[in-house]
């Protein structure tokens, strides 16, 4: 029989891991979706355990998502409709969620796999922007995504969410300070690039076949200054029309491509 009880403690547990401060000290999050778990089990990461609804369970994409759920022996729960719409972060849920352990990466281990195209996201409080961000950087190839504190937090469901996928397939690791950051550089022989309206050098004429962190700031005030002094290159991507910005997601999507279409 389907969980129908809110008082039940698994389903209070679930409730909870949506707090930051719960979910980072259990050391768990949530993910909703036929896609987004999936992804997850391709990909290794460790799934413990998955909750739906039993119309989920029975429709094609339940079917496509048990397999291999069973083969690796995650546990399947029922709840009741009432109870997972209580559980879901989403406005049309789709009638499943999972519970996965977290895996922490560190800069130091980035570093040492040579990478040669990262971004780091500063101050970015949107979190489908956050998500938008880490999902191109996945897109373009780059080997890892930093986000400096005062960054939406990762584990948001829209953070997640907005990544379609993409958190599975690249380190995104969340720091602390800038001088954490100038340091991986360093460390790892990355130039830092900003982008700026008010840069001098364009996008285009900046060298990003370079091993390079492309950094994006903040929808309102973009990178801090403390920030910007400290990088190699500060460039704007040129604008003919009228519009005075750029969504923060967008414009680093468009420097992530400019480094590709260098490359290539």
Sequence with gaps: ????????????????????????????????????????????????????????QESNRG?????????????LIQVSQEVFKKLSATKTPQGVLAVLRRKEKELDQLAS???????????????????????????????????LKGTADLYNPKTLRATMGSFFHIPVIEVESIGEAQRFTKTAGLQLVAGSPYAKQTVISCDLKTPTVIAVGS????????????????????????AESLNAAVAVSIILYEAVRQRF
């Design 1 to 56: 029989m389907p969980v129908s009880s809110l008082q039940n403690p698994l389903v209070k547990y679930i409730s909870r891991l949506y707090r930051p401060r719960f979910g980072k000290k259990e050391g768990r999050f949530i993910i909703e979706g036929s896609l987004m778990i999936s992804e997850a089990l391709h990909y290794n990461w460790p799934v413990e355990q998955i909750v739906c609804t039993p119309a989920w």
């Design 113 to 147: 796999e040579n990478p040669t195209l990262v971004v780091l996201v500063d101050r970015v409080q949107d979190p489908g922007n956050v998500g938008t961000i880490i999902r191109s950087a996945d897109a373009a190839g780059a080997q890892g995504v930093i986000l």
């Design 219 to 242: 929808e309102s005030g973009g990178c801090s200054e403390e920030l910007l002094n400290i990088c190699d290159f500060v460039v704007n991507i040129p604008m003919p029309g009228h």
């Design 63 to 75: 079917r496509l998502v048990q397999e291999p759920a069973n083969a690796a022996g995650i546990e």
